[in-house]
């Protein structure tokens, strides 16, 4: 079975923990370490917002869809 996610964040969520520790959790989903940040996400700077984008395992951008086109199929 496979599934897909979308992920739009293109930033860590960074929780401050109430001895002062900052924590940062992975929004874009491309992090090896994931649910922790790795700096992957550095990789979707050049994301467009109207584009969903296909990553494989090895963090490769293998394909991506214009939204307007997806929205007329
Ligand atoms: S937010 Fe996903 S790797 Fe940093």
Do not use: W
Not at 32 to 43: A, E, F, I, K, T
Not at 45 to 64: A, F, G, M, P, Q
């Amino acid at each position: 079975m496979a599934r897909i996610v979308v992920h739009t964040a293109k930033r860590p969520f960074v929780h401050k923990t109430p001895s002062g520790d900052s924590v940062h959790i992975c929004m874009c989903g491309l992090s090896s370490n994931y649910p922790l940040c790795d700096g992957s996400h550095r990789m979707t700077t050049d994301e467009d917002d109207n584009t969903i984008y296909l990553y494989n395992s090895e963090k490769k951008r293998l394909v991506k869809f214009d939204l307007d086109q997806l929205r007329k199929v």
